[in-house]
């Protein structure tokens, strides 16, 4: 079975681009979660998409945004580059429980973006 | 103060060793609950879920108190394949899911 798969793998741009980073989840899986590691700190929540829709966001500017696909995968995109956005984006998807939850999240091999 | 806190470490142990990392948590809300290994430069993976009962996965050990609420896993005979950053996860019944800065461990010969 195929895991959770994020292109490019590396991406450079510059100061004000604009930056689009896919991913494709799990098979079977709703939800799509999106996490930035900035190099040497830990995991910061940015978006969940399941079926769709925006359920959740953390604590970034509205020049972070995304969707999701009909076919459940998902687009991050960040609009007007800074040079603190450079870090791993890590995709991870999962089922989507209801009232119970989310369940394990398996995660892709990142895009690491550096902005110059 | 943050929703989910680690000591950072760094843990440095010799081969062999006994060591355990505690991860504590403040919403009361929350459900389900995870212990990650993410290695330099990877993505994170699934190391084991944490039950209230407790559970055990050969030579590793996770415990949940929802009382005092904090999680724990335990390492025993440490490898040196051991040597990662293991994150420690904590999800609510909303879908929110927050994840510890990590504990660094080295396993030294």
């Known amino acids: 079975e195929a895991g959770v798969t994020q292109s490019p793998t590396h991406l450079i741009k510059t100061r004000g681009q604009q930056a689009t980073l896919r991913c494709s989840p799990i098979s079977g899986h709703t939800s799509v979660y999106w996490y930035q590691q900035a190099l040497g700190l830990g995991l910061q929540f940015l978006l969940w998409?399941?079926?769709?829709?925006?359920?959740n966001r953390g604590n970034f500017p509205p020049r972070f945004s995304g969707r999701q696909f009909p076919n459940y995968s998902s687009e991050l995109n960040v609009n007007a580059l800074e040079l603190e956005d450079s870090a791993l984006y890590l995709c991870a998807s999962s089922l989507y429980l209801g009232a119970r939850g989310t369940d394990t999240q398996y995660f892709g091999p990142g895009t690491r973006l550096t902005v110059l | 103060r943050k929703e989910v806190e680690q000591d950072p470490g760094p843990f440095n142990v010799p081969e062999g060793a006994t060591v355990a990392f505690n991860c504590t948590y403040s919403?009361?809300?929350?459900?389900?609950f995870f212990w990650y290994r993410q290695d330099c430069r990877k993505e994170p993976k699934l190391l084991m879920s944490v039950y209230s009962s407790g559970n055990e996965d050969g030579r590793f050990t996770a415990q949940l108190n929802r009382a005092s609420q904090y999680i724990s896993l335990l390492i025993r005979d440490s490898k040196l394949s051991d040597s990662a950053t293991y994150l420690c996860v904590v999800n609510t019944n909303a879908g929110k899911s927050t994840f510890g800065d990590g504990t660094t461990l080295t396993v030294k010969p």
């Open positions: 998409y399941d079926e769709g829709e925006e359920r």
């Open positions: 919403n009361s809300a929350s459900q389900s």
